[in-house]
């Protein structure tokens, strides 16, 4: 009783119902050396068609191309939204964002009501962290005092919301972007064709947060990606030498802008234009530390039994900086489209002690399926208070299916563009027209089977309806 009293003084009546779906779960008959660590990396902006092991020609990502050999790889994974902010809310919850009012980027917060599965697992007596890019609500309510703009700026009272009131034990965190090289200053004016890191001295405005008012300064120099894994890594190995199940978000800010690349891995890409290098530069660097965290998990000897998460958050950006240059290979549209580029991303899983070898899976797959997997590996049963837009996604990592159950829906711009995708068919609505697509055939949404598959588009429309109006009804419900 005294977590459902904690739970209650902390965030009010509203999560009474949510501490009675939580509170069993800490009996999950789960023993403590067969429970998996958990580890959800997340690149920011890195397209489908920005690694090695998709095809790109000239950027290099051993590391990953290794996990891609070694694990499971999603040949359709997708990000929840077709930007920063919903996607998180997706790996948290589960559900779609639009369900708890994250619309857009520094709009809406992981409210009070929604389990998080920091929450979940920590009271199932994991060990939880965070590390990097949080975007799911401010870090101080402070006004101006963050790179804000929207409600962020206006009321960030309202929408405080810091991990460390979400369950996470661990934080070293920013509320948005920072520079990929020295993450704490400006880097100055993108548009110049310098080949060094040139900060211009001044304060970027975003800082590294590790509790209420707490902020580091050392440390800070270089990659931002290794600065983020030289926290993440320490919290790994207190939690394997306490014999405690680790849970571990890493969510690195590459190769979001500023996009700034330093001089060693810039200079493998010596022959490449000023962008290009720096853009595949920051890909690379974030890549070595997902090699150094695979050798620091077999090190340590818990690689086998963790269960090692990467995506990206959506598609890559064009617009902003001049240096984003990222890749979707032949997939159409781009960050902010949920055409097929737009929502499409990278997608790995290594966890030798849970899967039979390489694999390959060609089923789609979500953002919010990362909830019910992990609870489905735990033995934990979904809460049945509120409506899941993932599945678990065991039975087709273990071999046990080949095939999707649950259709994917998708929104963009407040709902006035939406998606229904099934195994084969995905009907799209943007503003521009309607259009269906075999995205098994035509992953580049080429050609629109409407006038020849008519039934098809028309079940798909009445079911995304349906959705969308039960979607929208929870986020009409969500407090301004």
């Known amino acids: 009783m005294n977590l459902l009293n904690n739970l209650i003084s902390r965030w009010g009546f509203r999560l009474w119902a949510t501490a009675l779906v939580v509170l069993p779960l800490a009996n999950a008959d789960v023993g403590a050396a067969d429970r998996p660590n958990i580890i959800l990396c997340m690149t920011d902006d890195q397209g489908w068609g920005d690694t090695g092991y998709n095809g790109h020609p000239i950027l290099q990502t051993p ?5 891609s050999a070694e694990g499971v790889t999603f040949t359709r994974f ?9 996607t998180r809310a997706s790996v948290y919850t589960g559900r779609h964002p639009y369900r708890m009012g994250v619309t857009y980027a520094m709009k ?7 389990i ?26 402070i006004k101006g005092d963050q790179k804000r703009w929207g409600a962020f700026s206006e009321t960030p009272e309202r929408y405080y919301c810091p991990p460390w009131e979400r369950d996470v034990d661990v934080n070293f965190v920013t509320e948005s972007k920072v520079p990929t090289w020295d993450p704490l200053k400006d880097p100055g004016d993108l548009k110049q064709v310098e080949l060094t890191p040139s900060a211009s001295g001044e304060p970027y405005g975003n800082e590294y947060f590790t509790g209420p008012g707490e902020t580091v300064t050392e440390n800070m120099d270089g990659d931002d990606s290794r600065v983020i894994m030289d926290r993440a890594l320490p919290f790994i190995r207190n939690s394997v030498e306490a014999d405690k199940p680790f849970f571990s978000v890493i969510w690195f800010h590459t190769p979001h802008s500023p996009v700034v690349g330093g001089e060693k891995h810039r200079a493998m890409y010596g022959d490449q234009p000023v962008s290009e290098q720096h853009y595949y530069a920051t890909i690379t660097a974030m890549d070595e530390q997902m090699g150094r965290l695979r050798a620091e998990l077999k090190q340590l ?7 090692l998460w990467f995506c990206s958050d959506n598609g890559p950006a064009r617009q902003g900086s001049p240096r984003h240059v990222g890749s979707a290979g032949d997939l159409s549209g781009y960050k902010l489209s949920i055409n097929e580029g737009g929502v499409r991303v990278p997608g790995l899983l290594v966890w030798p002690d849970g899967t039979d070898g390489p694999r390959t899976i060609d089923a789609p797959a979500i953002t919010t399926d990362y909830f019910p997997t992990i609870l489905d590996a735990l033995d934990i049963p979904l809460p049945t208070d509120r409506d899941y837009d993932g599945m678990s996604l065991l039975p087709i990592i273990q071999g046990e299916r080949a095939t ?16 229904w995708m099934e195994e084969r068919y995905k ?7 309607t259009g269906l697509y075999d995205i098994v055939a035509d992953p580049g949404e080429k050609t629109d089977l409407t006038t020849k598959q008519p039934l098809i588009a028309a079940r798909l429309q009445a079911e995304l309806a349906a959705w969308k109006t039960d979607v929208l009804s929870e986020l009409a419900a969500v407090p301004e």
């Open 63 to 67: 590391h990953l191309d290794q996990m």
């Open 78 to 86: 997708y990000a929840a939204a077709a930007m920063c902010s919903p």
């Open 108 to 114: 809406g917060m992981l409210e009070p009501s929604e």
């Open 116 to 141: 998080a599965i920091s929450s979940v697992l920590k009271e199932a007596g994991y060990a939880t962290g965070h590390f990097g890019k949080w975007h799911l609500g401010t870090l101080s309510k």
């Open 301 to 307: 000897g818990v690689d086998q039994n963790t269960m």
């Open 404 to 419: 999707r159950d649950a259709t994917i829906g998708f929104l963009n711009r407040d709902g006035k563009e939406s998606a």
């Open 427 to 433: 009907l799209l609505i943007k503003r521009d027209g």
